[in-house]
């Protein structure tokens, strides 16, 4: 005799722990602290101008609601035009549910940023400026849960501007935390033009985070992967924003400033529809080491990547 009863129905009986969402039926998950307990990070990239910043805001609540994001973290160094990010802007991006945003070298283009920062410790810079700069390089943030996770960012130099050394900066703030003990997750944004410092780094901390993630290219590359030490790692993250551009910058004076080697028109953002670029990653919780990174890509010109969950 074949089964009558709808899907659901069958789900339900055959014992399988699942919860209702707007979404549909979807697994449930297990309480935060027992075993096989998972912790799950959204990290988005560079949000370039106005197209990048309305995109995020706009999809930032469903991303969470739909992969069940416990930490949602966001780059948001261009969010102003290109360069640097004001306070109503990170404002918006909190509300619309970041729970950290980072910087990077374009920290302090909009200088209204600089009083901000420093009494809104969930928006964070580079830690390896140099002593006495406005704001933290790390925060401990406290998840809806209880559970604890940190975030930090470092700036490369190869490239970069000169800066103190990332890795003994994050060496530095990771010895006062154990991954799996004080925290169940650490989140580390390196903000670096090369490839090679970037892999270098997240070599460097293997097992010692949960995440190290890239910024500052615009570009998202295609080597997401576990490293053998638990650490999960994307060279870079990519950016939110228009793609029909020059790294987010409108493509004709781009373009022309490498083609003519002659100062052309201002450089200014691409409006056209913005992707939202990032990863998902999830953790476990005993531990703090990842399980798996998978790339996110919605939206706008690129191909899409939406992890299934
Ligand atoms: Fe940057
Ligand atoms: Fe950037």
């Not at 602290?33 to 096989?36: H, N, Q």
């Not at 903000?191 to 090369?194: D, K, P, V």
């Given at each position: 005799m074949t089964n009558q009863r709808p899907w659901w129905l069958r789900t339900l009986l055959s014992g399988r722990r699942q919860a209702l969402t707007t979404t549909g039926w979807v697994p449930s998950r297990r309480a935060p602290?027992?075993?096989?307990a998972d912790l799950r990070i959204l990290f988005l990239g560079d949000v370039l101008g106005r197209t990048g910043r309305d995109t995020v805001c706009e999809r930032l609540p469903g991303l969470r609601r739909d992969l069940r994001i416990d930490l949602a973290v966001v780059n948001a160094e261009n969010a102003s035009h290109g360069f640097g990010l004001a306070p109503d802007m990170a404002k918006a991006l909190f509300a619309a549910g970041a729970d950290v945003i980072t910087l990077g070298?374009?920290?302090?283009?909009?200088?209204?940023i600089i009083p901000f920062i420093a009494e809104n410790p969930r928006l964070i810079r580079p830690l390896n400026y140099p002593p006495g700069t406005p704001g933290a390089g790390s925060v401990l943030v406290t998840l809806q849960d209880g559970r604890k996770a940190l975030v930090l960012q470092a700036m490369g130099r190869l490239f970069m501007d000169?800066?103190?050394c990332p890795f003994r900066g994050t060496a530095e703030v990771l010895s006062k935390y154990r991954l799996?003990?004080?925290?169940q997750a650490i989140v580390a944004d390196i903000?670096?033009?090369?490839s090679s410092e970037k892999m270098a780094y997240a070599h460097t901390f293997d097992g010692q985070v949960s995440l190290v993630v890239g910024t500052h290219t615009h570009c998202p590359s295609a080597d997401a992967q576990v490293l053998p030490g638990g650490t999960a790692f994307q060279s870079d993250a990519g950016m939110c924003g228009d793609y029909d551009s020059v790294i987010g910058m409108v493509k004709d004076g781009a373009a022309m400033r490498f083609w003519r080697k002659m100062p052309g028109e201002k450089l200014g953002p691409a409006e056209g529809p913005a992707t939202v670029c990032g990863v998902f990653v999830e953790t476990d919780d005993a531990t703090g080491h990842a399980r798996r990174i998978e790339p996110v890509r919605i939206g706008g010109r690129l191909s899409q990547a939406m992890p299934a969950v």
């Open positions: 602290g027992t075993a096989g070298n374009h920290a302090w283009d909009r200088k209204e000169p800066m103190d799996g003990h004080s925290v903000h670096a033009e090369a």
